[in-house]
């Protein structure tokens, strides 16, 4: 694939956004007394459910089996990996968002990490004392004014916004390396990524358990959760009203 058909294709995709993203600042149809915006309640359950199941037969045991076998610098290394390779798209989306601070901290991590981290597989910039920086397109339309819209939960990826999903599909696209690198090499960052998801699961295996199983309500349980965080990391305020953390069912715990 030529880089001009991707650059287009990017391009096109961008033009795109402007329609998705309207589904997002759609007034809520279903706005509940914790502030959450779910109109789509019976579909995102069935979905759920999916999910459950898939994680009881397939996420479950290989993300188990993939802590137990490898030793965790070797975890922490694909992890880094991963990270590393997200970089370009952070340095991106800091822009979009005209934070030149956070765009300058995440190129100095990939350069660094890059070349002193053999490919980021070690994190050089944090012993370096320079802090990790994250953030995503849905991060982007959140400072663009972009509304949150209602909640989601989509089949594999999981809890999500309107908002937040159509960052997901832009995020796809807003990784420059993914149009200088050919395959199969522009592959590695995804399988790194798997396998850095697959390792959290592992990792914290008892608590995202309790959620899903053990929680007289598994789905609203994550979709709580998944909510009072997002904002968190947004510093969203002012959607809705707060999310009483309290309200969370603890039976689980």
Not at 41 to 64: K, Y
Not at 159 to 170: D, F, Q
Not at 213 to 234: G, K, M, P, T
Request: net charge negative.
């Amino acid at each position: 694939m030529s880089l001009f058909y991707r650059v287009r294709r990017a391009a096109v995709l961008l033009l795109a956004v402007g329609s998705l993203a309207a589904c997002a600042t759609t007034e809520p149809r279903s706005l509940q007394p914790e502030g959450i915006n779910d109109p789509y309640e019976a579909q995102n359950r069935r979905v759920h459910e999916f999910n459950r199941g898939l994680d009881r037969a397939i996420v479950r045991p290989a993300a188990v089996g993939y802590s137990t076998v490898l030793p965790d610098e070797i975890e922490d290394s694909i992890s880094n990996f991963a990270r590393n390779l997200g970089e370009p798209s952070v340095t991106v989306n800091s822009l979009l968002q005209g934070d030149l601070r956070g765009a300058g901290i995440s190129t100095v991590r990939f350069v660094t990490n890059s070349v002193l981290g053999i490919f980021g597989l070690f994190d050089v910039a944090s012993d370096f004392d320079v802090p990790r920086h994250d953030t995503d397109f849905g991060e982007t339309l959140f400072v663009w004014g972009v509304g949150e819209g209602a909640y989601v939960e989509l089949p594999v990826l999981g809890p999500s916004t309107a908002r937040n999903a159509t960052g997901k599909v832009v995020d796809l696209f807003t990784n420059p390396l993914s149009y200088a690198v050919d395959s199969p090499e522009q592959y590695y960052g995804t399988v790194a990524a798997a396998a850095s998801g697959l390792s959290r699961r592992g990792r914290f295996s008892d608590t995202v358990d309790s959620i899903l199983y053990e929680s007289a309500d598994s789905y609203a349980q994550a979709r709580l959760i998944w909510l009072q965080n997002r904002r968190f990391e947004l510093g969203d305020g002012g959607t809705g009203s707060e999310i009483d953390p309290f309200a969370l069912d603890t039976e689980g715990f």
